[in-house]
């Protein structure tokens, strides 16, 4: 938070420009930060991508999904922060809206605060001169969903804003993520956000009218609930990487391959483009005796039948250090369910976090380490994840859909099924001589306690 709150302080000075109907000796300022300075035309892109939608639409989810997969393709990634959650978790509350004329001045200062935040970001990404992609957790449009015509149109003349430079000119991709309350209604909930307020009703018209303030950009992408949630995040993947002039990813899945010890010869004396990093991935302790009650709540999945149990359920957090080692923390929840279907979510974590994190550790589970290579081939998208430890010299391949694998790799064999993820799947690599037994006994006397319910360890 003290990161953001930085780069916040950036933006302060914005908050003191005349809202609608406020007078002259409210602020000096009239108009917003002007716009970064264009780079050079030979300079790498700086993409700029919103993701925004209803509430409990898996944005949180898709915004890590979408990180990790840009930057092990060689993006620096910058994620912008929420400008709505940064206020009404920090004291704006709530119930003010009901005062006359709170409402409006709050989306003032929101907007303000979320272009200073993106131009933070913008300069910083300039100054390195890499491909950069920001992705903005909300955009400048989304204020629209929450006043009146009057209202917006007010707002932006007093800024000297106009809706053709804050969305068609500012944004490369708008990616909108349909609130579960709209086709996956089991799956909503206000759980998972201290900030959502909204009922089912409300969140499907908050949802309708986001879309339709965003509506009009070149590149406007809703993604409905008509398939599992996987396939949601697939197809966000697949948009934002015609985006950035990526191959379009097939949507068969990720695959996973046994390979020999010859595949970066290859890949240096064929000239392939690489990008490797570093990966640290430590499993964390949960009690077979009680529910996870810090477990984050499932994205939406309409396709899961009712009355679906949780079957299996763990928790790591990730460390990933590029080669100016610079790092970046991420946790994962992986759910599977009684229909089989497997649910991972995945957020965005801060140093500290992954720190605090590391003290609920599984002592019955080694910390993973990786040496990862991520690199583009004849249209397909493949990393190969090489094990530092506790099995040194594997290698496993992942593709990303159906892409043929190319005969030089030096492929063994295709992964499949369970046993195979068991023995090469970093899971149960990570399980400690002598505690896979224990843990099979543990599970048994668990599904017999609850008939075959909860578990934590598949």
């Given at each position: 938070m003290s990161e953001v709150l930085f780069l916040l302080s950036a933006a302060l000075p914005l908050l003191f420009a005349r809202a609608p109907g406020s007078s002259s000796s409210e602020a000096s300022a009239t108009s917003s930060l002007p716009p970064p300075p264009p780079p050079p035309s030979n300079a790498p892109p700086i993409l700029r991508f919103v993701l925004t939608g209803g509430p409990c639409g898996g944005k949180t989810t898709a915004l890590a999904r979408l990180s990790n997969f840009l930057r092990e393709l060689g993006f620096d990634v910058y994620t912008v922060p929420e400008a709505s959650t940064l206020l009404l978790s920090n004291g704006a509350a709530p119930s003010n809206f009901a005062i006359e004329g709170w409402g409006d001045k709050f989306q003032v200062s929101l907007l303000k605060i979320q272009e200073g935040l993106e131009g933070a970001f913008h300069r910083l990404a300039l100054a390195t001169n890499r491909k950069s992609v920001l992705l903005c957790d909300r955009g400048l449009m989304d204020g629209k969903a929450y006043m009146s015509l009057p209202s917006w149109h007010s707002m932006l003349d007093s800024l000297n804003l106009n809706e053709v430079e804050i969305r068609d000119e500012r944004y490369d991709a708008i990616f909108h993520l349909t609130s579960a309350a709209i086709g996956a209604e089991k799956f909503y909930t206000t759980a998972n956000n201290e900030a959502r307020t909204e009922t089912v009703e409300e969140a499907r018209d908050v949802d309708v009218r986001t879309q339709k303030a965003w509506l009009g950009h070149p590149r406007h992408h809703v993604f409905s609930n008509s398939s599992d949630?996987?396939?949601?995040?697939?197809?966000?993947?697949?948009?934002?990487?015609?985006?950035?002039?990526?191959?379009?990813?097939?949507?068969?899945?990720?695959?996973?391959?046994?390979?020999?010890?010859?595949?970066?010869?290859?890949?240096?004396?064929?000239?392939?483009?690489?990008?490797?990093?570093?990966?640290?991935?430590?499993?964390?302790y949960e009690d077979f005796n009680r529910p996870n009650s810090n477990s984050p709540t499932p994205p939406s999945s309409p396709t899961m039948k009712a009355g679906a149990k949780i079957v299996s359920e763990y928790s790591f957090i990730r460390r990933r250090t590029n080669k100016d080692n610079l790092r970046s923390h991420g946790q994962t929840t992986v759910i599977t369910y009684s229909t089989g279907e497997q649910v991972e979510i995945k957020r965005i974590i801060t140093a500290r976090e992954y720190e605090n994190a590391m003290r609920r550790r599984d002592p019955r589970r080694h910390v993973v380490k990786q040496s990862r290579c991520s690199f583009l081939i004849e249209g397909g998208s493949f990393t190969v994840h090489k094990y530092i430890s506790p099995r040194p010299g594997l290698g496993v391949l992942h593709s990303q859909g159906k892409c043929e694998v190319p005969g030089w790799m030096g492929v063994v064999r295709e992964l499949r099924g369970e046993e195979d993820e068991k023995e090469y799947g970093a899971y149960g690599i990570s399980l400690k001589e002598g505690e896979r037994e224990a843990a099979m006994e543990e599970r048994g006397r668990v599904q017999g306690r609850e008939g075959g319910g909860r578990k934590t360890f598949r």
């Open positions: 949630f996987e396939s949601k995040l697939r197809e966000l993947v697949d948009a934002a990487s015609k985006v950035c002039g990526l191959p379009k990813l097939d949507k068969g899945g990720s695959r996973k391959f046994l390979v020999g010890d010859n595949w970066m010869e290859e890949l240096i004396s064929r000239g392939v483009n690489i990008q490797v990093f570093n990966v640290e991935k430590v499993y964390l």
